[in-house]
C-alpha cells in the first residue's frame, strides 16, 4: 500500500491527511493547533498522527500549503534586497519594498530589440558595492518579457561576484508591467532565506521519521511545485491555503463547476470553479500594500472567520472582524475570571502568546512595561488598560494594539466559534464562558443569551451570503463600488416597499473548513443554491494539497513582422523567430513550441506524464496568443530528498 501525506497550515489550525494512493482515498485525518513561533512544530504533529503505525517507507510524497511567504510580506520581515533596475527609473513616486536601489542602462523595445546596450562594468561596481549589506539581488529588465537576455547577462556576472541569492523579473511573471515585476522580484528575494529554512527543517524532520518521499508545496494558482522549486520561488506560494481548499473541494465534492466557499478562523475565502479548473485572476495578487505579478485564483478573502472578534457598535449593531481572537469557548478562563466580564463591562481577554518573550528587546519601554503586567494568566483587557494607567504607561490601548499585531500577545473574546456553543451546534469546547460573554452582550440588545446568539449567527450567515454575490459582481464590473452606494444597500436589505430582492446562484456552494457545516446550509438558502455537504470538509484544504497537479498555463505572443517575412514568439525562457509569410503555418509551427515549453515547465516542476490542452486566439493586427495549459502528475520520485534532504 502506497501513501501520500498533504498537510495545510493555516492561522487558526495545521491539519494533515494520509491519502491511500491505490484506493484513492483519505484514510485518516488530523487537526491541530497552528504554532505560530514555530510552524514546523504543529506541522509534525498533525503528521505524526495520521502516520502513527504505518509503514512510512510507503509514503510517496508530501504536500504542503502554508500562510509562511503571505505572512512573511505582511509583516515586512527579510532582509535589505538590492535591486537593480535596467532601463528605466523610478519617476513617480513609486514605493518599493525595502531595498537598495541603482539604475543600469540597458533597454529593449516591444519587439524584444536592443535600444541601448547594457552597462555591464556598472553592474559589477554595484555587486562590489552592496554585497556586504544585502540579502541578495532583484534583476529587473524593461520589457524583458520581449527579451530576458540583459536579465541573464546581470545574473551570470552576479554568480561570479557573490553565492548570495539572484532572482530575474522574467522567472517570475511573463506579464508587462516593469513595476510590480520590481516589486515581486524584490519580495521573492526577502522570502528566500525564510522559505529555505523553513523546507530544510521539513525535510530534516521527514528524514527523521523515516520518511525520503518527494516535497511538494501548493502554489497561489492552485498547482503544485517541487520544494527545490519552491526554494527559488517562494513569493509563488503566497494564497497556497485558499487555493488549496478550492482544489480539495473540486476532489471531494466531484464538481467540475461551483462557488467554493472556505470558512477559516481568520478569513472567508470564494473562489469560483469552472469546467473543473479555478478561475484565475486577471491580475497579479496584492499582498499587504504590495501588487505583485504573481499568477493566483480570482479570490475573495474576507475578514469573517471563526474566530473572527464580535462587537456591538452603536445603536447595537454587530460587527464581525476584521481582528481575530481565540474564542471564549476555549481560554479555559476559572469562573472567578468569568465574573470579571460583568464587572468590567468587557468581554475581552490577554494572554501571551506561546513564544511571545523572543524579541522584547526590539520593543521600546512602554510597551515591555505593558507586556510584563500580563502574567502567567490571561487578564481582563479593561483591567489591563486600569493597571497600566495606575503604572503611569501612558497610550496603554496603542501599545497593547501594538503587541497584538506583532504577536506578543493574544486576544481572547467572543467570536463565532462561541455562538455555536450557546446554541449547542458545536461545544468542542466550554459553554459556560460564550454563555457569560453571550449574556453581557444581549444585555445590551436587550434579548436572552441563546435569542442573541442564534440573531447574530444568522447575521454572520448573511454577511457570508453578500460576499458570495459581491464576488460575482465584482467579475463582470471590477472596479464596482458597495460601501455608501444606494443601490447595493437596497439589494442588500430587504428590497424596498412593494420590491423584494431574491439572489439566486447558478451553481452549488460547496463548503471547506470547520465551520462549513454549520454555517453554510442557511447561506445557500439566502442565495437559493444547493449546499454540497461533503466527506472530511473540515480539512479540505489539506485534501487538496495531497491531490493537487503540477499545472502551468503559459501565454504566448505571436508577432507578425511583414517588413521582415517573419514572425516572432515570445516563449517563457526564450524568443524565436519564423521565416515565412502564412499565418496559419507560422500559429501551427508556434503552438508546437508553445506545448513543449509548457510541458517542460511541468517537467521541471516535478510533474509527468502531462496532459495538453491549447486555447489560439487568430491574429487580429499582426498578433495572435496561444493559452496552453498543461497538467501533470506529481512524480514519485525519491531522488530530491535523497541528494537534497
Not at 534583476?139 to 539572484?166: A, C, D, M
Not at 499565418?583 to 501551427?588: F, H, N, P, R
Request: with cysteine; charged share 30%.
Amino acid at each position: 500500500m502506497d501513501y501520500s501525506i498533504g498537510v495545510d497550515s493555516g492561522d487558526t489550525f495545521t491539519d494533515a491527511v494520509l491519502f491511500d494512493n491505490g484506493e484513492d482515498r483519505v484514510l485518516r485525518t488530523a487537526k491541530v493547533p497552528t504554532t505560530h513561533h514555530d510552524l514546523s512544530e504543529g506541522i509534525f504533529q498533525a503528521i505524526d498522527e495520521v502516520i502513527s503505525g504505518i509503514r512510512v517507507e510507503a509514503v510517496e510524497q508530501v504536500s504542503l500549503s502554508s500562510t509562511l511567504a503571505t505572512n512573511a510580506i505582511v509583516e515586512g520581515r527579510g532582509g535589505e534586497v538590492g535591486l537593480i533596475m535596467l532601463g528605466w527609473r523610478p519617476d513617480r513616486g513609486e514605493e518599493f519594498p525595502r531595498c537598495r536601489k541603482s539604475c543600469v542602462p540597458g533597454r529593449f523595445n516591444a519587439k524584444g530589440e536592443v535600444v541601448e546596450s547594457l552597462d555591464e562594468e556598472r553592474v559589477t561596481s554595484i555587486v562590489e558595492e552592496w554585497d556586504n549589506e544585502v540579502v541578495g539581488y532583484a534583476v529587473s529588465g524593461y520589457f524583458s518579457v520581449r527579451n530576458p537576455r540583459h536579465e541573464e547577462r546581470v545574473e551570470e556576472l552576479i554568480k561570479g561576484l557573490t553565492e548570495k541569492p539572484i532572482v530575474t523579473g522574467h522567472e517570475l511573471s511573463r506579464k508587462l508591467g516593469f513595476y510590480e515585476r520590481s516589486v515581486t522580484a524584490v519580495l521573492n528575494v526577502k522570502v528566500i532565506p525564510i522559505i529555505r529554512s523553513f523546507l530544510d527543517g521539513t525535510k530534516e524532520a521527514l528524514a527523521r521519521r523515516g520518511i525520503e518521499a518527494p516535497l511538494m508545496m501548493v502554489k497561489s494558482d492552485g498547482s503544485l511545485a517541487s520544494s527545490e522549486e519552491v526554494r527559488s520561488k517562494p513569493i509563488e506560494t503566497i494564497f497556497s491555503g485558499p487555493a488549496a481548499s478550492a482544489i480539495g473541494a473540486r476532489w471531494l465534492s466531484g464538481k467540475d463547476d461551483g462557488v467554493v466557499v472556505d470558512i477559516g478562523g481568520t478569513t472567508v475565502d470564494i473562489a469560483v470553479l469552472k469546467d473543473g479548473l479555478p478561475r484565475l485572476a486577471d491580475s497579479g495578487v496584492q499582498v499587504g500594500k504590495w501588487r505583485t505579478k504573481v499568477q493566483s485564483m480570482d479570490l475573495r478573502s474576507v475578514g469573517l472567520g471563526g474566530d473572527s472578534r464580535i462587537k456591538l457598535e452603536k445603536e447595537g449593531k454587530v460587527v464581525f472582524g476584521p481582528e481575530t481572537s481565540k474564542p471564549l469557548a476555549f481560554a479555559d478562563l476559572p469562573e472567578a475570571k468569568l465574573d470579571r466580564i460583568h464587572v468590567y463591562e468587557d468581554t475581552s481577554f490577554i494572554e501571551r502568546a506561546k513564544g511571545g518573550d523572543e524579541g522584547l528587546e526590539s520593543l521600546n519601554d512602554m510597551a515591555r512595561r505593558l507586556y510584563g503586567l500580563v502574567g502567567k494568566e490571561p487578564v481582563n483587557r479593561t483591567k489591563l488598560l486600569n493597571r497600566a494607567k495606575e503604572e503611569g504607561i501612558v497610550r496603554g490601548r496603542f501599545y497593547l494594539e501594538e503587541l497584538e499585531r506583532q504577536g506578543f500577545l493574544r486576544r481572547i473574546a467572543l467570536t463565532p466559534t462561541d455562538l455555536l456553543h450557546v446554541i449547542g451546534e458545536y461545544t468542542g469546547g466550554t459553554v459556560e464562558a460564550p454563555r457569560t460573554g453571550a449574556d453581557l452582550l444581549s444585555g445590551e440588545r436587550g434579548a436572552e443569551p441563546g435569542e442573541f446568539a442564534r440573531s447574530v449567527k444568522a447575521s454572520f450567515e448573511k454577511n457570508i451570503a453578500l460576499e458570495i454575490v459581491k464576488k460575482y459582481f465584482l467579475s463582470e464590473e471590477p472596479d464596482c463600488e458597495f460601501d455608501g452606494n444606494p443601490l447595493w444597500n437596497c439589494l442588500a436589505g430587504d428590497g424596498a416597499t412593494g420590491l423584494n430582492v431574491r439572489f439566486e446562484l447558478g451553481t452549488p456552494l460547496i463548503g471547506i473548513g470547520a465551520p462549513a457545516g454549520v454555517f453554510l446550509p442557511r447561506v445557500a438558502e439566502l442565495i437559493n443554491t444547493d449546499f454540497i455537504e461533503l466527506d472530511n470538509y473540515s480539512v479540505g484544504n489539506a485534501v487538496g494539497a495531497v491531490t493537487g497537479r503540477v499545472t502551468r498555463r503559459i501565454d504566448v505572443l505571436v508577432a507578425e513582422q511583414p517588413e521582415k517575412g517573419q514572425y516572432v514568439v515570445f516563449l517563457p525562457e526564450e524568443k524565436k523567430v519564423l521565416a515565412g509569410e502564412e499565418d496559419e503555418a507560422a500559429l501551427a509551427e508556434a503552438t508546437e513550441y508553445a506545448e513543449a515549453a509548457a510541458k517542460s515547465l511541468v517537467e521541471k516542476s516535478g510533474g509527468s506524464p502531462v496532459d495538453i490542452s491549447v486555447r489560439q486566439k487568430p491574429f487580429y493586427h499582426g498578433r495572435a496568443r496561444i493559452e496552453i495549459t498543461a497538467v501533470g502528475l506529481p512524480r514519485a520520485d525519491r531522488s530530491e530528498n535523497l541528494t537534497n534532504g
